[in-house]
């Protein structure tokens, strides 16, 4: 499985964009890169998803490196609600998910 | 629409004892993964299921974990025995396919 690097906490102001790095240097060439975010007490959520183009939802925006080793989740208007652990997780399909401890993003009002 | 429920949501044992957890997917989704997570760290993969057949239980710590899903919906996560080390958030997630997926909302297991 591909290891990934992220910051343990980030702090952001509300309404203000936010950059969350990823490095998942050791991807395979079929890995999918996907963020998923955890409020408190409750089970991860789906973000975004991507493989080599950059994408975008209604929740955020997705940058992935040209050589993949690296990708960025953006929010572009952060709000209090956002607040969560955010994960990203590189995965080639139907073999689990694997987390590392993510990052604690912290919204000031 | 219903999500992926778990039930209980919280359950405390005694050392020793045995506990089900109980995992309900969407409906039709055919596949189906545990997951173990511990306090302030990510969750960690223990099982995955398509549809009946249980095709990965490489993440189970111990043959004390045992894991099914009889009729392709509904799964059971069980623990024999348990330990003070399986004190954790026992999280289910379900999809059509693939690996990316709904989480439930988890099952709290405290052991005494």
């Known amino acids: 499985d591909a290891k990934t690097t992220q910051p343990n906490s980030m702090e952001s102001n509300e309404e203000e964009p936010v950059h969350l790095p990823c490095n998942h240097s050791t991807i395979s060439g079929t890995d999918y890169i996907h963020w998923y975010r955890q409020l408190p007490s409750q089970g991860p959520e789906y973000v975004i998803h991507?493989?080599?183009s950059n994408v975008n939802n209604r929740m955020a925006s997705l940058a992935i490196a040209e050589d993949r080793k690296s990708s960025t989740l953006i929010l572009h208007r952060a709000t209090l609600r956002d607040a969560a652990v955010y994960y990203c997780t590189p995965s080639g399909g139907a073999d689990g998910l694997t987390f590392g401890k993510g990052t604690h993003l912290i919204i000031q009002p | 629409g219903a999500g992926v429920s778990q039930s209980p949501r919280y359950k405390v044992a005694k050392r020793g004892q045995d506990v089900a957890l109980r995992c309900d997917p969407i409906?039709?989704?055919?596949?189906l993964f545990w997951y173990q997570q511990a306090l302030g760290q990510g969750p960690e993969f223990l099982t995955y299921f398509q549809n009946e057949a249980q095709l990965d239980k490489s993440g189970l710590p111990s043959d004390r974990f045992f894991a099914e899903r009889p009729e392709g919906s509904v799964s059971t996560l069980k623990i024999q025995r348990t330990q003070q080390e399986d004190s954790a958030v026992y999280l289910c997630?379900?999809?059509?396919?693939?690996?990316?997926?709904?989480f439930g909302p988890g099952t709290r297991l405290l052991v005494l």
């Open positions: 991507g493989l080599t």
């Open positions: 997630a379900s999809s059509l396919v693939g690996s990316s997926g709904y």
């Open positions: 409906s039709g989704h055919v596949s």
